[in-house]
């Protein structure tokens, strides 16, 4: 089955998934779509985010659905709210012409009442988060009698944030007539407990098997802090200038950003993801291929379409839950007999994950200090040189009568002077910048010490563990609650002392971006002359944000932002503690 017209799926979804630029199915589909379409048996997919297992196991179950009948037939457990939102909009996206067809979210962190009105509108597809589904059980607004598909997404994340009673009592309130989907990046000794309890003789598929490994890769990876890591991903590319990359992040939402970031610090760079049309992401494969943009920033599956061979470097500016999909990324640079660089970018908290694929895949991962701006410069002149030693052909016309008469300068001092003038830019942004501190990696396994913390918080406060977490697999995320107090759970984090941190009234319910705030404080802070106030982490919130400025533009943004307005709203900004 090379082609999604093989599939024997409805002209509806067919026409949808064509829209949106599917041609033919990802491994995971190739597996599942025949299997849900034609048998009656429990699964257990092994495959984590970004193989295209929402549609794997979304087309299917559309397929089949009754949409004669107003009862709900399909549900959907995951682990965070960002996932439930997005799996949502996939599935709307994919049954866009089965008119009859209506999907719900329900999630946490969000009023309970405006869900519960729109389940009366008689959904056949939930998708849901398990501590909302509970909460909604119990006011007894879900009616599950007639549930015919049950697919539990990323098990294991599921488990490993501390749902288990709620899968069990959700499976319970299910008919046991239903057939269950288990999707899972790793199979956790969790995971193999519920499938051999809640899961009848099930089928096993698992997406592929460790790619080759490639010996003229090196591997480096550097660690990072959360907040440090894009300032780190800017040094990293500025140490290596002569570069031809592509960056993989984990979530759609994510690629966007760091390609935003990039492409707001003046690089020619762009994002690849499934959030964009099929003839943009036509357009950025066509502007990378050619060289237009040296740097692309992209998610897995957006980037399978793209076959390049020259690429310098892979970035994981997010490491992937699954080693093979680290060698498989790795293995897009030292093609064609060139040697490549895989570099990583690691959270201090993230040593369990690297140590996993250095075992699983045998590769040898060496730690590397982020660059200094000192280090930065020294790269970047040899880059200059390696430039200007390849021009070996005359491009045009040049009479030599143009160039002015230079005699007073030695052949040392111009190179200096060249060098300068094409360096000044990165040289000044570096000249004051503080190096990023070395940082450790934590010895504790703090993945999951972060999870249990977080738990045990949650178990306190009673209620809605799923609100407010970050994007699909960021653990990062904060409750607004937790915000405002300080309260940020996990590590504390490290302060800049030359930052202040402001609340600033407005968030997403007010359709504030980043770039808004990024515009918002260069408008606030402008007018000292052309010098630009650096700007820290940005946080938006649904209902409020927090930003971090240059401690000596405080009183300048504070008095600034008082008149001035966003979408017709007032600005509010306090120095948060
Ligand atoms: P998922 O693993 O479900 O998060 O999917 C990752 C991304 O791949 C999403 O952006 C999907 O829209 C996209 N995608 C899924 N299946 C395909 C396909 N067959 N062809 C192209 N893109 C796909």
């Known amino acids: 089955m090379n082609l999604f017209t093989e599939t024997n799926l409805s002209p509806d979804i067919l026409k949808a998934i064509g829209e949106l630029g599917y041609e033919s199915p990802t491994e995971i589909q190739k597996q599942t779509i025949p299997f849900i379409l034609s048998d009656i048996r429990d699964l ?24 004669t009948s107003r009862k709900i037939q399909f549900l959907v457990l995951c682990p965070t709210r960002e996932l439930c939102l997005q799996i949502t909009k996939d599935i709307k996206n994919y049954s866009k012409y089965m008119q009859n067809i209506k999907t719900t979210a329900v999630y946490g962190g969000s009023s309970i009442m405006d869900q519960i009105r729109s389940l009366k509108e008689k959904p056949q597809i939930i998708v849901g988060t398990p501590g909302r589904v509970i909460d909604l059980i119990n006011r007894k607004a879900l009616d599950f009698s007639a549930i015919h598909w049950l697919v539990l997404d990323e098990a294991d994340e599921m488990l490993s944030m501390g749902f288990k009673d709620e899968l069990e009592t959700i499976m319970k309130e299910t008919p046991e007539t239903k057939q269950t989907f288990l999707f899972s990046a790793t199979m956790s000794k969790e995971v193999e407990r519920i499938s051999k309890n809640y899961l009848t003789k099930p089928h096993r598929i698992s ?52 390609a935003d970031f990039l492409m707001q610090n003046g690089y020619a760079a762009d994002a690849l993801h499934g959030d964009l049309s099929q003839a943009q992401r036509d357009t950025v494969m066509k502007k990378f291929r050619l060289k237009n943009i040296d740097i692309l920033v992209a998610t897995d599956v957006a980037a399978r379409g793209l076959d390049v061979d020259s690429l310098t470097h892979v970035v994981h500016y997010s490491l992937p839950d699954d ?25 201090p908290e993230e040593s369990r994950k690297l ?36 021009v070996h052909q005359d491009f045009f016309e040049f009479d030599d009568s143009l160039i002015p008469d230079l005699s007073e300068f030695t052949k040392e001092e111009l190179v200096h002077k060249l060098l300068q003038f094409q360096l000044k830019d990165l040289a000044l942004y570096y000249k004051d910048k503080h190096d990023i501190l070395e940082q450790k990696m934590s010895s504790r396994d703090d993945d999951r010490g972060g999870r249990d913390r977080d738990r045990g918080r949650d178990r306190d406060r009673g209620r809605d563990r799923d609100r407010d977490r970050g994007p699909r697999g960021d653990r990062d995320g904060r409750s607004d609650r937790g915000e405002r107090r300080g309260d940020r759970g996990g590590k504390p984090r490290q302060r800049d002392e030359n930052m202040t941190r402001f609340f600033f009234n407005l968030g997403k319910k007010d359709q504030l971006k980043k770039l808004d705030v990024l515009e918002i404080i ?14 820290g982490n940005i946080e938006i919130l649904e209902k409020f944000s927090f930003f971090e400025i240059e401690k000596s533009y405080k009183n300048e943004l504070l008095g600034n932002i008082q008149s001035m307005k966003f979408k017709g709203k007032d600005m509010r900004a306090e120095e948060a503690n």
Request: positive net charge; charged residues 30%.
């Open 355 to 390: 140590k996993q694929i250095k075992s699983v895949t045998k590769i040898e991962i060496t730690e590397s200090r982020i660059p200094t701006g000192e280090d930065i410069v020294k790269a970047q002149v040899a880059g200059v040189f390696e430039n200007l030693l390849e």
């Open 44 to 67: 257990i997919a092994l495959a984590q985010t970004g193989t295209g297992k929402t549609a794997a196991f979304s087309l299917p179950i559309l397929d089949m659905i009754d949409d």
């Open 522 to 535: 260069n408008k606030a802070t402008s007018s000292k002359g052309s010098k630009r106030a650096e700007i």
């Open 323 to 347: 080693p093979e999909v680290f060698v498989h990324r790795s293995g897009r640079t030292g093609r064609a007999g060139k040697d490549g660089i895989s570099i990583s970018l690691i959270k």
């Open 207 to 258: 997406v592929g098997s460790i790619n080759e490994v490639k010996k003229n890769i090196k591997h480096e990876y550097y660690v990072a802090g959360y907040r440090q890591k894009k300032e780190a991903l800017k040094r990293l590319i500025d140490s290596n200038p002569n570069q031809y990359s592509i960056i993989f992040c984990r979530t759609r939402m994510e690629t966007q950003e760091v």
